[in-house]
């Protein structure tokens, strides 16, 4: 009788030890169960983006990042960049973020005021083509015009053909240009491309380089001067002022008299 207890002892002893060996080794092999992580599908960059270049629909595309590394005010659809034009060099794999483009309108009604219209300006003066000059910054134009005129502009001061041609060959042309400060405080509202189409390449297979334009908001009277210093005088400069900078500025045409007195330049005497 005291040996069937011993053995009954026995055998208990040997079950728990092996549940508990059992117990040790499945609570090791499955480990802590991973949570999954939440993610978001967000806009990121397939291709190198320029400052001031368009955010075309090949350049972006949606891809699901970690709810945690999503930097605030970043876009969760392709057509939210639809017109967008990037403020800064965005890399391959950035993810785009509202603070790095500029989308004409938005926030606004119809984007152009009411007062205002939008009017085209090449983009060919040395700050607009190098990328200085972005959508919501301020520009004034300046222009250079000769302000001596090739024929008589009111009837009372017309010449003979004689006469005429004796002026136009005694005076210096290169001594009637003079240098102006014209339209102030033009707000940039958009910067466009020249269309390209489909396929188009240069001989290297990149897509060919597009000309550009800077839209200005300007009152229509500032448009209709616009159109003439385009037409007429043709090269514009512009000059980038800050965006809360609202002054007009009152300066003086600059020609040769003015840098002559200005800076007291006296001319040599000739030689007897």
Known sequence: MKRRNWLWFVASALLAILAGVLAMFLLRDTGPVEQAVPQQEVVVAVAAIAANDS?????????????????????????????????????????????????????????????????????????????????????????????????????????????????????DQSMDDVSVLTLQNLEVFQIIEEPLAEGQQNEEGQPSQRQRALILLADPQDAVVLRYLLDVVGSVTLAKRSAENEALFNVQPVNINYLMLRYGVVLPQPLE
């Open 55 to 171: 955010i075309r629909a090949d350049r972006v595309r949606l891809e699901a990042k970690n709810v945690a590394d999503i930097p605030s005010g970043a876009y969760v659809t392709v057509t939210e960049l639809e017109n967008a034009t990037a403020k800064r060099d965005i890399s391959v794999g950035e993810i785009i973020l509202a603070q790095d483009v500029y989308i004409p309108g938005e926030g606004e009604d119809g984007g152009i005021p009411d007062d205002k219209v939008a009017v085209a300006l090449p983009a060919e003066d040395i700050l607009s083509k190098w990328g200085a000059v972005l959508p919501g910054d301020h520009v004034d134009l300046l222009i250079t015009m000769d302000v001596i005129l090739e024929s008589p502009m009111y009837p009372w001061n017309v010449r003979t053909q004689e006469e005429l041609a004796f002026y136009s060959f005694a005076r």
